[in-house]
Each structure stands twice: as structure tokens, then as C-alpha cells.
């Protein structure tokens, strides 16, 4: 063999090497982004809400919870007319809470420290597992619903299963006639928040009466360095009936594409995941008729939404039971920007998504075996309960570069 032949034999070989090297060692940054709706998570101060109008809409301390007995602490005056920013401003006012008896030490559940904290353990436990057999870690996001105040946000924050991550929170306080509210947990080191805003659902009764319900939190903020913006939503229930209700979540859904349109007529390629218990199912009228979003991310184009959850539904697999029937209110809805068809990862795109159902998670016994295993049943405690609803987890991933 010449020196040129065992040359060029030598390079081809080097070559080989190197290249399945570098494919070998390709990794990816990962980073879950959750939703869970923990049920009825109340503390147990009986409180009502002050709100100072002189303040912007979006400042934190514009609706705040207050203990009851210190209402005569707070400047205010009486007010009756329906919670609206416009008809609020320039008034400080109390706002009384409904629904909120049972949740206190002397209501019929006997709500105490001992149960609270122990719910919030056991949320927080959770919330730590979410898509950690692929990222390694816990969620870099958590939107959350059914969460009193901002302090119990900031007491799952700092729980022990997840206060080592370094969580910090967002949330308002909203209109809700239960005094229950949408909130955000993200990790510090990750994300940093530029923006921060409810968008109100202005719904009515037949009487023409206004009905309360959650706001739609809204926060932008770079993940990792990248800017996405994410979408925390628990919209109206279905009582008095799926159809009875069902313009109130129409209307729901509107304020949402609202929220998407109004960032994407600023930036087409801007990155939005909207997220949330939407009471609704994929294929119910609020999300297809409004969003007609795709389940497959083959089937996507420019201007389509993608909801991974329509695959799931098609399978059978709910994130909720009622009468022996599973449904799967709790969703992602996303821009097309998060996806890829050719796995391009160069910026943060969905790998997969799924609903977090194990089995520890699931009523063993009686009427509701299989269902997820709640911490209340009526007025019956159960130590070791979570929520009615499982979580749901996506995870992003872009190239380690």
C-alpha cells in the first residue's frame, strides 16, 4: 500500500470516527411545561378581597386577599355595581367571597393546617415528576388552577419536594364568585418574565346579570433565552348543564384566540402555548370551531394551531371522569412555530405530550376505582387524595449547542 493509499485509508477512517462521534454525543435541552388543576386548594384564613383602584389592572397589589377581621384596617367604601376595571377605577373597595365556608376550620370539612399542608405536599410531589424520566428535572413551567390566593402558590413553591428548584409565582387575583384562580410556578434560573396580565372573560346570565369567573393569565418571558409566551386558562364550568353553559366557554375561547392573534399580528413567528383546564373536550364546539386545531403535527401548516391532546381523546385517554365516562378538558393548544416536521430542533419545539396518570394517582376501590383519587369525596377526607384531574405535561427540546 502507497503512502497516499494508507493516507486517504487513515482520513476515511478519522472521518467515520468523528462523524458518528458527533452524532453519538448530539443532546438536547429539554424543558417540561405542565398544567394541573389541584382542586379546591384553599387556605384556611376566611378572607375576603381588597382591591384599590387607583392602581393598574396588572399591578399585583391591585386585588389582594385580606383576612376578614381586618377589613376595618383598609380604607373603603361601598360599592354596587358589577367588578369591572372600568367601573372600579378610582375606588378602593372590599369584595366578598362565596364558597369559601367549607374550606375553614369550623366548616364542614374541618379545613386545618394539618389537611392543607398535606395537600400541598402531596401536589408538590407530583408536580416534582412531571416529565422527569426525559428532562431529568422538574417542569421549568407549571400553570395551575383552582388555587385561593397567591400564597398557596408560593407555599408549593416552596414545599420540599420542589423548593430546591427555585420556583417563583404568578398570579392576580380574579373576579371568580369562588374566589379560586389561575396561576403560574416557574423556575427562576430558566425563565424570566418580561410581561404579565389577566385578561377578564366578560360573561352573562339570562337576566343579563354578570357571571364571575376566571381570568385568563397571560406571561411572556424568555425560557432558556427564548421568548415564549404562555397562556393559563380554567374557563367555565359545565353547571346547570353541558349546552346550558357551553356559550359561556364560546366566549372563553374567543378572548383567548383574541390573546393569539393580538401577539401574532406583532410577531407571526411568535411562540404561544396556551394551556388549561377548558372544561371542554378537543373535539367540543369552543375549541374546534374557534380554533379548528390540528392533532398531528404531519397535518400542520403556518397558520394552524395544534392541540396534541386530539390523539389522546381519540384513544380513550381523559384526564378527568364523570359518570363512568372519561373526558379531557385539560389541553395545550399551541402556534405552528413549536412544532417541526423534520426535527428541527435549532429553537424549542414540542417532542411529546402527555396526560401524567399513574397509577398512585387513581381510586383503587369503590364507585370511582380507576378515576383520579381526590383528597375529598363529598366531606370525606382521604390523607393520601390529590385532585379530580390528572396533570398534563409537554416537553420542548432544541439542540445543546
Not at 40 to 60: A, E
Not at 149 to 155: C, N
Request: hydrophobic share 35%; proline share 4%.
Amino acid at each position: 500500500m502507497t503512502n497516499i493509499n494508507k493516507f486517504l485509508t487513515y482520513f476515511m477512517i478519522l472521518f467515520v470516527f468523528v462523524n458518528y462521534s458527533a452524532k453519538a454525543q448530539n443532546k438536547y435541552k429539554s424543558a417540561t411545561i405542565a398544567f394541573y388543576n389541584v382542586e379546591n386548594l384553599f387556605d384556611t384564613i376566611k378572607s375576603v378581597g381588597y382591591i384599590n383602584g387607583n392602581l393598574p389592572f396588572n399591578n399585583p397589589n391591585y386585588h389582594i386577599q385580606i383576612a376578614e377581621k381586618d377589613i376595618d384596617n383598609y380604607e373603603h367604601q361601598e360599592f354596587k355595581q358589577a367588578y369591572t376595571y372600568e367601573n372600579i377605577k378610582g375606588k378602593k373597595i372590599i369584595r366578598p367571597l362565596v364558597l369559601q365556608e367549607e374550606f375553614l376550620p369550623n366548616g364542614n370539612k374541618r379545613w386545618n393546617s394539618e389537611k392543607y399542608f398535606q395537600k400541598v405536599n402531596n401536589i408538590s410531589n407530583v408536580i416534582s415528576e412531571l416529565g422527569r424520566d426525559i428532562t431529568g428535572d422538574a417542569p421549568a413551567i407549571v400553570g395551575i388552577c383552582e388555587i385561593e390566593t397567591k400564597e398557596v402558590l408560593e407555599d408549593i413553591a416552596n414545599s420540599k419536594a420542589l423548593k430546591k428548584y427555585g420556583y417563583d409565582v404568578v398570579h392576580f387575583n380574579s373576579f371568580d364568585a369562588r374566589g379560586v384562580d389561575t396561576g403560574l410556578l416557574y423556575q427562576k434560573s430558566r425563565f424570566k418574565v418580561l410581561n404579565a396580565l389577566p385578561h377578564p372573560i366578560y360573561i352573562y346570565d339570562t337576566n343579563g346579570q354578570r357571571k364571575y369567573t376566571r381570568d385568563i393569565l397571560q406571561v411572556t418571558g424568555l425560557l432558556d433565552g427564548e421568548e415564549i409566551t404562555f397562556l393559563v386558562n380554567h374557563w367555565p364550568s359545565r353547571s346547570g348543564g353541558e349546552k346550558t353553559s357551553q356559550p359561556f366557554r364560546l366566549e372563553a375561547a374567543k378572548v383567548m384566540l383574541g390573546i393569539f392573534e393580538d401577539i401574532k399580528a406583532k410577531n407571526p413567528e411568535a411562540k404561544i402555548i396556551a394551556m388549561g383546564d377548558f372544561n371542554d373536550d378537543p373535539t367540543s364546539a369552543s375549541i374546534k370551531n374557534t380554533f379548528n386545531p390540528i392533532g398531528e403535527i404531519k397535518n400542520i401548516t403556518k397558520n394552524s394551531y395544534y392541540d396534541p391532546m386530539i390523539p389522546l381523546f381519540k384513544k380513550g385517554i381523559g384526564t378527568l371522569s364523570y359518570r363512568d365516562a372519561w373526558n379531557l378538558f385539560d389541553q395545550f393548544i399551541s402556534t405552528s412555530s413549536l412544532t417541526t416536521k423534520d426535527k428541527d430542533y435549532s429553537s424549542y419545539k414540542i417532542y411529546k405530550t402527555e396526560v401524567y396518570n399513574r397509577d398512585y394517582l387513581k381510586a383503587t376501590e369503590g364507585a370511582y376505582k380507576g378515576a383520579p383519587n381526590r383528597m375529598w369525596s363529598g366531606d370525606t377526607y382521604r390523607a393520601n387524595g390529590y385532585s379530580d384531574h390528572f396533570p398534563v405535561y409537554t416537553i420542548l427540546l432544541k439542540d445543546l449547542k
